[in-house]
């Protein structure tokens, strides 16, 4: 089963312009983290952030979490043509900590 | 650092016919999973192999998949017989430090 939700299942935005997702989930986590796939590099790691973190930067990408809320929101500030891609978000389970529950994907389209 | 192998890439099977995928992880990633990816939806964990033992399976339907890991390295996944809803993608992955690494998957497809 999924465990996660993504929010917009679709996004199309242009280039330069920022794009927003949105993950929700059900348990309780050990961690979260943002993948990306794109038929040309196939399923790539981004982002892990850990439950007792609330916010994360790397380049281009920021993540937040909140526990509280069971969501997590993931910011691409300053789009390229090349992000365009599937992104999921997946939960770390508390039980197995290798384990990754992933959610449903937003499919991101950028517009040069 | 070569990647996560997997073939072959691409494979047309008959229903009730039996099929077979190879995955050879990252060198030194003790850890091995196998997901299904069916089209719209994100990766299931099929199974998590810790060396050659079984850490998680419980969403693997064991009437017709099977895996193994015999050696801590390579894996094999099969279904016997295949149905056609297990036209897929099936991705094997491998971890160090709880970040995956996949590779570039086996799209199966069930006629």
């Known amino acids: 089963s999924q465990q996660g939700e993504e929010d917009p299942q679709a996004l199309s935005i242009q280039e330069g312009e920022n794009a927003t997702m949105n993950c929700s989930y059900k348990?309780?986590?050990?961690?979260l983290q943002w993948y990306r796939q794109n038929s040309g590099r196939g399923l790539v790691h981004l982002i892990l952030?850990?439950?007792?973190?609330r916010e994360k930067h790397s380049g281009r990408l920021r993540v937040t979490l909140d526990t509280s809320k069971k969501s997590s929101s993931l910011l691409i500030t300053a789009s390229r043509a090349a992000d365009t891609a599937s992104y999921f978000c997946a939960t770390g389970v508390t039980y197995n900590t290798d384990k990754l529950i992933f959610g449903t994907g937003t499919r991101l389209q950028v517009f040069p | 650092e070569a990647g996560v192998a997997q073939s072959p890439r691409y494979k047309i099977i008959e229903k009730r016919q039996s099929v077979a995928f190879w995955c050879n992880p990252i060198?030194?990633?003790?850890?091995l999973y196998w997901y299904q990816q069916i089209l719209g939806q994100g990766p299931k964990l099929l199974i998590q192999?810790?060396?050659?033992?079984?850490?998680?399976d419980s969403q693997l339907p064991k009437d017709r998949f099977s895996a193994e890991r015999l050696k801590g390295v390579d894996s094999t996944l099969k279904i016997q017989p295949a149905k056609l809803e297990d036209s897929a993608v099936y991705l094997c992955a491998s971890s160090l430090k709880g970040e995956q690494f996949f590779g570039p998957g086996t799209r199966l497809t069930v006629l």
């Open positions: 952030i850990r439950s007792n973190e």
């Open positions: 060198s030194g990633h003790a850890t």
């Open positions: 348990t309780s986590i050990n961690n």
């Open positions: 192999f810790q060396n050659n033992g079984v850490v998680d």
